[in-house]
């Protein structure tokens, strides 16, 4: 017997609808590639939303059509993800980190038929387009009078000419949940990028966990700062969570500098942020240089790559942010784990609830975990146990964009990629990338934990620790180091300051200062270029 209730399909449109009609006049603040900060409404956002859609219309783009966009955190881009979304085309958000040419091959990929792109992006435009034959129309993200004349660009249109004239009398197409929405490609570390194709279903079933309480619990009493890129995996899928409780948005724009962060979080009474942790180091820096304090933000997520403890620390202890350490990837829309204490961590020590906040965190509902030895048999969660971590629930992907990868599901379960324990309670702790792994003398270090203890020591900025071939062990870690601007530390005194933090067999047999830690397009270390750049690096017992 099925059961008596109505069936409604899960649309993004949905979200749009209910935020104007019980939210209208929540505020969404952006800071623009203009430089001046802009402000509106729940309400404004749903008109505007529904005159990007007549525009879309008019311009005879048919449902799953591909619109990309090159854009930074504001209110336009915002209005893509719902306008485009919402009609029944597809978002596909560009990283505009990436080179230009892996720009204009990944277009060519998605098929990509209409590109909208910040001002910031016009080089970008003007080098690639010729290479993109799919592009019927470009839209700059700007008003009709700043549209350069002579770009060069052929279907050039202002954003607010294009879709500023049109009525807003529009019906949100009702559709199969199941549709296509968005999609991103991942970071695309080896091999050519490969793109996680996100439905309807999937992203309003996303919102609605990552907005619980024991996630990342937003509410309309929020004011919400997004630092995580609109163009990396739906920025979170903060801007949907968001209208689905009515939180007030707050967007960077192109400022993501520590001075610019702060400004924006206390003048727009920022309560709650996320982002990677190279952003708050950032932030955390010129809180550090100029003794600021904050005097709204209550919580950030952090996530994308391992959050060092120092950070947690300094957030915590000198700042009384709560940290909410997360975890999860483009292929999982993103969130797989946030960490939340239950209540029996509650009595804890400080020192117990910080070793249970270091973790990655739990699994939320929605979300299934299990880690698998080389040979696929699963481990016990007994917090000690690494290995291959699989996932699968409502929000990660079957397979790739075009079948791109083959067959990925080992008996419906996600491959992650990256080596974890779980512990009794459920709680997720990544101790590396498998391809990350350090494999010495049979023993497996963890690149992450070596990381953290560098960064814990005052002078180090950023730390990437990798392993060296070596004759006997197979491979020997060392750590690459920055410097914090002005402070010192030598080789020696950093050696010495592993001792008694890990066994003495992990710490690394050499440190090597550096100007730059390559950092790819969404902010993690990308240890393949720093690698690269020290092919000619001998260890010390070798040399
Ligand atoms: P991306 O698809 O670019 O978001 O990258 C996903 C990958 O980032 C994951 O598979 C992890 O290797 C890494 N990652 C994300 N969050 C964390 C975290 N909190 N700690 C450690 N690694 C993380």
Redesign the pocket.
């Known amino acids: 017997m099925l059961g008596l209730m109505q069936h409604q399909p899960l649309l993004i449109s949905s979200l749009i609808e209910f935020a104007e009609r019980h939210h209208g006049e929540g505020e969404i603040v952006s800071r623009r590639v203009e430089g001046d900060i802009h402000r509106y409404t729940y309400k404004e956002l749903g008109l505007r939303s529904r005159k990007l859609a007549q525009a879309l219309s008019a311009q005879g783009l048919a449902q799953g059509e591909r619109v990309a966009t090159l854009a930074w955190n504001g209110y336009r881009h915002l209005e893509l993800y719902y306008g485009v979304s919402g009609s029944g085309c597809i978002l596909h958000t560009l990283n505009p980190r990436l080179h230009p040419e892996q720009i204009a091959w990944i277009i060519n990929h998605a098929s990509d038929a209409v590109m909208c792109f910040d001002m910031s992006f016009l080089p970008i435009i003007k080098a690639i387009h010729t290479q993109c034959p799919t592009v019927k129309l470009y839209v700059a993200l700007c008003d009709a009078d700043k549209l350069p004349a002579d770009s060069g660009i052929p279907n050039l249109v202002s954003y607010e000419a294009w879709m500023g004239g049109r009525t807003g009398v529009y019906t949100w197409p009702a559709f199969d949940e199941n549709l296509a929405s968005s999609m991103c490609y991942?970071?695309g570390t080896t091999g050519n990028p490969k793109a996680a194709l996100y439905s309807h279903r999937s992203t309003v079933l996303h919102a609605l966990a990552g907005s619980l309480p024991d996630a990342l619990n937003m509410s309309a009493r929020e004011s919400v700062l997004p630092v995580v890129p609109m163009f990396?995996?739906n920025a979170w899928g903060l801007p949907y969570a968001a209208a689905m409780t009515g939180a007030k948005l707050v967007f960077p724009g192109p400022a993501m500098d520590g001075k610019s962060v702060y400004e924006l979080i206390e003048s727009e009474k920022v309560s709650f942020a996320a982002g990677v942790p190279t952003v708050w180091q950032m932030l955390l820096g010129h809180m550090q240089a100029n003794t600021l304090r904050f005097s709204t933000l209550k919580r950030t997520v952090?996530?994308?790559?391992?959050?060092p403890p120092a950070m947690i620390t300094a957030f915590n202890d000198i700042y009384g942010v709560e940290v909410l350490?997360?975890?999860?990837?483009?292929?999982m829309s993103?969130l797989g784990t946030v960490c939340t204490l239950k209540n029996k961590h509650l009595a804890m020590s400080p020192e117990e609830k910080m070793k249970v906040r270091l973790k990655?965190g739990r699994g939320i509902f929605g979300v299934d975990m299990k880690i698998v030895n080389g040979m696929g048999d699963e481990l016990p969660w007994d917090g000690n146990s690494a290995g291959d971590l699989l996932v699968k629930g409502h929000w990660i992907l079957s397979e790739y964009f075009q079948g791109e990868g083959g067959g990925l599901l080992a008996d419906g379960w996600f491959p992650?990629?990256?080596v974890a324990t779980i512990d009794a309670d459920g709680y997720m702790q990544?101790t590396d990338?498998s391809k990350d792994v350090i494999k010495s003398g049979g023993e497996w270090i963890s690149s992450?934990d070596i990381e953290n203890i560098a960064m814990a020591h005052p002078a180090v900025a950023m730390a990437a620790c990798i392993g060296m071939k070596h004759p006997k062990w197979d491979e020997r870690p060392i750590v690459a180091v920055l410097k914090k601007p002005g402070m010192e530390v030598t080789r020696e005194d950093l050696l010495a300051f592993y001792e008694g933090k890990t066994a003495k067999w992990q710490i690394p047999d050499d440190v090597v200062f550096v100007d730059a830690i390559p950092l790819?397009g969404?902010g993690?270390m990308q240890k393949s270029k720093l690698r690269a750049e020290l092919a000619d690096y001998v260890l010390p017992d070798l040399r």
């Open positions: 991942t970071s990396h995996v952090i996530g994308g790559s391992a959050c350490h997360a975890w999860g990837m483009t292929e993103p990655q992650t990629g990256d990544i990338r992450i790819g969404t993690k």
